[in-house]
């Protein structure tokens, strides 16, 4: 029998603290699990971050997972740890409504292949994570969904980044130890932001999309929000098998390590909040007082030209991937997904090309200032979460970022908590290195956090 010895809850504990407690005995996977679902049922009912709980599953998992530690046959660090998925990913068994109407009665026979990998590797499932209609939108929420939407756990009012909503809400409350979501323009960074988290894209590829409700061929990258960059670094390390060592490479020191600090242009954007800002640079100060070699460097072209070219990319890639639904039932859509959708069906298609020929020069130039060096710091969002519902706010939050300029050029990229505003709202920078070498980012993102108190601050629901 395990006896659980800390003093705080045990979701209130990182995935890697859970880790550790599992290894030394001091908790088993049964606890763990029956402590996230017990938060669930005690918080749920306010953030809304769950749309399918897998409880009996998640029960059984965890109680396969303390025999085999029992018995010594250890899978991989993740084993008994509680997670949660974003409900566009297929998990055999449980409804895939991606938050749609259209897609009630949908349950899959297959795992996406994330999912399968985590699952093989011992980690237990909670259930599906809210996600806005088909994980896409227009940028704002309009609450005409089967599904209540995701409430910001650091103030219930607030927007929790979209579309990954349910995600970012899970980890910041603690109703998963970790979650995985995906992105096309910024919907792991942008919850992650709005919520306080670690979250981190790879280069299309690295990690698969097989099982993942398509939104945009060409643009979308699954990611994990996790609350601790070591959180990411062990789940990168099991999903990326054979594993990259990241748990190990982020203790090393950021000495001499060459940082460029991209300020913009931000185009049409305009400025970030001030709170935004002042966080921002002294974040920077704090890497320069360890070692680091900043130096000043622009982006080669306005980040809102960025965005431009994703607004023609993305929404008729979704078009074209929906057009059969969007026919034929758009009037079981909400407002978001079927305002994007018709919009990207006028995308004529010479624009369509020439978006594409020009987002291949923009990732080039891009790449050409990555290269320079080990890793550059931006921004993430320009703004603080906005208030839910309000859509001028919410739309300038999901557009208004420094996010889209790496969709395109396919970086890997973090985003993390640079700390918190006066309305004790996250505020938020992104990380980005040079392709294949997401372990610069993680590590710089790694001596930050060690170098700040920002992950003893939990939100007071």
Not at 122 to 145: I, R, S
Not at 265 to 289: H, N, Y
Not at 325 to 346: I, Q, V
Request: hydrophobic share 40%; proline share 6%.
């Amino acid at each position: 029998m395990h006896e659980a010895n800390t003093s705080k809850p045990l979701w209130v504990q990182s995935a890697s603290a859970s880790i550790r407690m599992l290894q030394e005995g001091r908790v088993s996977a049964r606890q763990l699990t029956e402590a996230y679902l017990a938060r669930i049922a005690e918080i749920d009912g306010r953030i809304h971050s769950f749309h399918h709980l897998a409880e009996a599953r998640a029960l059984s998992a965890a109680d396969a997972a303390d025999r085999e530690i029992a018995a010594g046959r250890w899978r991989s660090p993740l084993q008994g740890i509680p997670f949660g998925v974003k409900d566009n990913y297929d998990v055999a068994g449980l409804p895939a409504t991606a938050g749609s109407r259209l897609r009630s009665g949908n349950v899959p026979t297959r795992d996406a292949r994330l999912v399968a990998d985590l699952e093989a590797a011992g980690a237990v499932l909670l259930g599906k994570l809210a996600t806005w209609e088909y994980g896409t939108g227009n940028g704002g929420e309009y609450f005409d969904l089967p599904f209540p939407s995701a409430r910001n756990p650091w103030d219930t009012s607030r927007f929790t980044g979209g579309s990954s909503t349910g995600a970012g809400a899970s980890v910041a409350a603690g109703t998963a130890a970790f979650a995985l979501g995906s992105d096309t323009t910024g919907s792991v960074r942008l919850p992650a932001a709005a919520c306080g988290l670690v979250g981190v894209i790879l280069p299309q590829g690295r990690l698969s999309g097989h099982g993942i409700l398509p939104n945009c061929y060409s643009l979308d990258v699954p990611g994990p929000l996790t609350w601790t960059v070591e959180d990411a670094a062990v789940v990168l390390d099991v999903l990326l098998a054979p594993a990259n060592s990241y748990r190990r490479s982020i203790t090393r020191p950021i000495a001499g390590l060459r940082i460029g600090v991209v300020r913009g242009p931000l185009g049409r954007f305009g400025a970030p909040d001030a709170s935004v800002e002042q966080a921002f640079e002294e974040a920077v100060r704090i890497l320069e007082r360890q070692g680091a070699r900043i130096d000043d460097a622009r982006l080669p072209m306005p980040v809102s030209d960025c965005f431009d070219v994703t607004r023609l990319i993305g929404p008729s890639e979704s078009a074209a991937i929906h057009e059969a639904e969007l026919r034929e039932r758009s009037h079981e859509m909400g407002f978001a997904l079927r305002d994007k959708l018709l919009a990207g069906s006028l995308v004529r298609a010479v624009d369509y090309i020439h978006a594409q020929r020009q987002r291949r020069l923009m990732a080039d130039a891009i790449d050409d200032l990555v290269r320079g060096y080990d890793a550059i710091i931006t921004y993430g969002p320009l703004h603080v979460a906005p208030r839910l519902g309000v859509e001028p706010e919410m739309t300038a939050f999901t557009v208004e970022t420094v996010l889209t300029p790496f969709n395109l050029s396919q970086h890997p990229a973090v985003v993390q908590c640079t700390g918190y505003s006066a309305e004790r709202l996250p505020l938020s920078w992104q990380i980005v290195a040079n392709r294949h070498d997401e372990a610069t980012a993680l590590c710089v993102a790694a001596a930050y956090e060690r170098a700040t108190p920002w992950r003893t601050i939990r939100p007071a629901l």
